[in-house]
């Protein structure tokens, strides 16, 4: 492997909002701004991950207005000028053509790596490995990306399933994507896990800006011609004016089923041992973090003390002394205003909650 | 029954500290001055479950000084002068002759009626029914007890074993006692059920003060002598004093086993439905409060969102919002510093905790 990452950028996107994580994950503070794994905040710990393998000076953000401020407090070292300030949001496909654009805009040979802000990946050495292999396949004009290789038969995540084998003189393994699939029921969760050729889709993804803009053309005309428009006034005094004019009618559609599903020249690396998580919620916390002898994990330096208790996460977001007695298999998130006690298996029903105080109008738990 | 009342006292015994209903009850704050079923304390439900059976000038409270003044405040109708300050705990038994002693001095007639200040009874009108019944028995020289009829093989209350039927011509059953027996094991328990001669032992008693006085002569000199020394300076100016002094070396020691296991002419009336609870952990709120029909409680006013709950109690102490999602048979007690979660049968092991932070000196959670 002999990459050559001079032109490679990676983009974070960081404007998501999202309720599995409530009560801690709130409004005003999304779950990527939160320290929800160690000191640093998910946001934090995405951008020191691509240290040494992009300069600061090639890691943009795609964010909103009102997440900015802070993200710029979180992560000081990323220059002012390289937060892309999305209007509104307008799904992940608008994002990807945008940043492709302004990538374009400033290096016509501009490769980019697309990185959600919000994931967890213990195996930091890997993520480079992985990151500059998926970098050589792009340069040949293939959209990439990297699958996550299935440990149980997760409900939570879409599959990318492989096809035939990419021969390109690849150090690692690299495959065709024969389809996209959405969250599955869980009997075809196991099917797709003992299938062997299913990779969970990390949402992360690498190709040249040219290639991806290539393919919105194809595919999504009408969000080329915005970008375009957009484009057309990107670096003048009307930069803003116009891409908020004409942001606002963008069609909102995800890169997975706008852009990829139905692109030809698709290819997927499969990384198992990355220790990759979505802490898409409370419970995914148990894969990450290093629980004691008795299963139990004490976040945030809380003062837990523990009675017959097993397998239980207590998140401690207040200074308070919690004492579990006769407790198993259960999540204990203890905020300012709210308490969260909530049996593992069913912390997806945390956005039911969030659903339920929206309905009620208790705007100040949200 | 045509009870003469007219010399009858109600005695409170209040000086108590306990442990198990942590994180709520403190050293400064114990069970009978939480506000724990409802919008009064433990305590003043006592007092004013004595409305129409006792004026206030009948009713003493016997205390220690660190919770005289809350007391006082909590129950400001009785006179201030029916307060005795107990200068140290020395048992039930010191604390039943101390109150025998006072009270004879009052009104050398006195009959009394030993009442713990923590219990909960939701039928007050058969708790007064069998309280004059008690005194008509009590007035022919009886050392009388209510006996609480039992629900269930409970471990955590002593049992009382009844034996012939007295013939007094009482309009409600009393029997002799043949032995008080201390809290049984699981098994013990169900076989004492299913005898059907034996009932709790509540802790109340009904007496003339002559006869217990005379009792504790008997059975405990030492204490009998004490009592005699206080009681000659009680009402001069020497009265404290003299108090503190022989006070100090009274031997510790109950009622029930410094007393009643060997005296003589004891009765009991075993009462069914009074809905009597002792309030001796957090589970045994199940039984004495209402829940909803899922088997839950919110106390307190808190508010609770429960998804998939069953059987569990939410005591909130703070305003904050608790979330409950797949719990079951649970008990949350979430107080301004501490936070228990614990599951109902094992709620005996509160002490445990209360033991651990004595041992690890967590004063302030004492």
């Known amino acids: ?49 691509l240290e040494g393998l992009f300069p600061p000076e090639r890691i943009l953000v795609v964010t909103v207005e009102e997440q900015a401020h802070e993200m710029k407090e979180q992560a000081p070292e990323l220059p002012d000028e390289n937060y892309l300030i999305e209007p509104a949001p307008r799904g992940t496909a608008s994002v990807v053509g945008l940043a492709a654009m302004a990538l374009r805009k400033r290096d016509p040979l ?15 050495d890997l993520f480079h490995y992985l990151l500059k292999a998926a970098f050589d396949v792009a340069d040949n004009d293939y959209l990439v990306t990297l699958g996550i290789t299935p440990t149980m038969p997760s409900t939570a995540y879409g599959y990318i399933q492989q096809g035939a084998g990419v021969d390109g003189g690849y150090k690692y393994p690299v495959y065709t994507v024969k389809t996209f699939k959405e969250k599955p029921s869980e009997e075809t969760a196991r099917q797709l896990l003992r299938s062997g050729d299913h990779s969970w889709n990390s949402g992360m993804f690498i190709w040249r800006a040219d290639a991806i803009l290539a393919e919105i053309r194809k595919q999504m005309p009408g969000l080329m011609d915005a970008l375009d428009q957009i484009g057309a006034d990107w670096g003048t005094s009307k930069q803003l004016e116009t891409l908020v004019k004409i942001w606002k009618d963008v069609k909102i559609e995800t890169v997975d089923y706008g852009i990829m599903e139905k692109a030809e020249k698709v290819a997927v690396l499969p990384a198992g041992g990355l220790g990759w998580s979505d802490v898409g919620s409370w419970s995914s916390l148990f894969e990450v973090l290093l629980p004691d002898m008795s299963g139990n994990i004490a976040t945030n330096a809380v003062s837990h003390l523990a009675l017959e208790t097993n397998n239980t996460l207590v ?23 709210a308490l969260l006690i909530c049996k593992s298996d069913q912390s997806q029903k945390v956005k039911d909650v969030v659903e339920h105080l929206k309905k009620h109008r208790q705007e100040k738990y949200l």
């Open 110 to 124: 501009a490769t980019m790596a697309i990185l959600p802000s919000d994931h967890f990946i213990r195996n930091v």
């Open 1 to 49: 492997m002999n990459s050559d990452l001079s032109h490679a950028y990676a983009v974070i996107m960081a404007g998501g909002g999202g309720t599995r994580l409530w009560p801690l994950s709130r409004r005003e503070k999304p779950k990527q701004l939160l320290p929800l794994i160690g000191q640093e905040t998910l946001f934090q710990s995405t951008v020191k991950r």
């Open 315 to 337: 998140y401690g977001g207040s200074d308070r002394l919690v004492v579990t007695i006769g407790v198993d298999d259960m999540v204990v998130v203890d905020t300012g205003d």
